[in-house]
């Protein structure tokens, strides 16, 4: 087995195919072994050229309002009354800290979707 770094888009689509050669192996074997080491220098090469950046934070909410079958008065509790939904919704305010946590805390939106419009 030899094993170098993954690059370029080659050497990723090259490694892409042996792991899908390697998907049957067994664990605590050579092949099983080397489908480990593998997927961890793919998972690295993703995180470096296809990272996945968190939803808009407005995004996130309306995303996590529409789960929960809630509407804007809903949010009245967690943001401070109808006005500032409004304006937190329409991105003409931003999320305090305080927001922030009142929404993580109470509505499980993770921080990271929440932060990028932190006061």
């Known amino acids: 087995m030899t094993i170098s770094p993954v690059k370029t888009k080659r050497d990723y689509e090259r490694t892409l195919h042996r792991i899908e050669q390697l998907m ?3 664990l605590d074997t050579k092949a099983g072994d080397e489908l480990d080491i593998l997927t961890t220098l793919v998972e690295s090469y ?4 296809h990272a996945i950046c968190p939803p ?3 995004e996130a909410i309306k995303f ?4 929960l079958g809630m509407t804007r008065k809903d949010l009245e509790a967690l943001l401070g009354g109808r006005g500032r939904v409004s304006e937190i919704l329409t991105k003409k305010r931003s999320l305090s800290l305080e927001m922030i946590r009142r929404l993580h805390g109470k509505l499980q939106i993770p921080l990271e979707s929440l932060i990028g419009t932190a006061a």
């Not at 993703?46 to 050229?49: F, G, I, Q, S, T």
């Not at 996590?64 to 789960?67: A, E, G, S, T, V």
């Open 24 to 26: 049957d192996a067994k």
């Open 46 to 49: 993703e995180a470096k050229h």
């Open 56 to 58: 808009d934070p407005i």
């Open 64 to 67: 996590r309002m529409d789960q």
